[in-house]
């Protein structure tokens, strides 16, 4: 059985969208994963299709209504359904690379992506969703969210990317930025490639990557170098 993704949303023209290019689109057609968007618009239940109304309390913009959400639900997701489902919101925990080889390890995933200020929290919670952020900062919706969620997974996906890219990318820089990378010509705009890399010392290459990793990881996120570090602390101990 293929990796199978299915979109609760709005805006299902908005999937594959971008996905059904370069490697998810090629791994799409070879059936690697499925994509399936469904309109929650949809499960409206009267004659104006009406999905949100105003929030309890007062305040700017509408709330998405929790029985209708819920209906969407059930129309998409079988009795039994294996999928984590998945509500992509600004109030999410960080997605995170963790995160994502743990999903793309799994039968694949059912993805609600809100509109407007939200979804009514007691769906959330009687559907035991995990909610999900993609960053700090606020999209107008869950589907953009969604499309780099699926991409993370995707490109984890048996066959789609080559094992040795993946083998390298576990292994040698977890927890780290990527070192730089250069390529012909050798000499641009007066500007040099770095020497080590001309040289063919495949010792010294690795040590400069290596060197050149940690000092950007250091620099540019402080943050993720005092995890790392802590990670190699307890590994060592
Ligand atoms: Cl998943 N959705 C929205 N609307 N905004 C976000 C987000 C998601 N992740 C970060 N900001």
Known sequence: MSWSATLLTLFPEMFPGPLGTSLA???????I????ARDIRAQALDRHRTVDDTPFGGGA???MRPDVV?????????AGDPRPLIYLTP???LLDQALVRQLAAGPGVVLLCGRYEGVDQRVIEARGMIEVSIGDYVLSGGEIGALTLLDACIRLLPGVMGAAESAV???HSAGLLE????????????RAVPQVLLSGHHAEVARWRRQESEAATRERRPDLWTRTQVAADGAAA
């Open 70 to 78: 819920d209906a969407a639900i059930a129309a998409a997701m079988p």
């Open 179 to 190: 070192y730089p990378q250069y390529t012909r010509p050798a000499e641009w705009q007066g």
């Open 25 to 31: 689109g090629r791994a799409l057609r070879e059936g």
């Open 91 to 93: 109030r999410g925990r």
């Open 61 to 63: 913009g509408m709330v």
């Open 33 to 36: 994963w499925s994509c399936e």
């Open 169 to 171: 990318e576990e292994s």
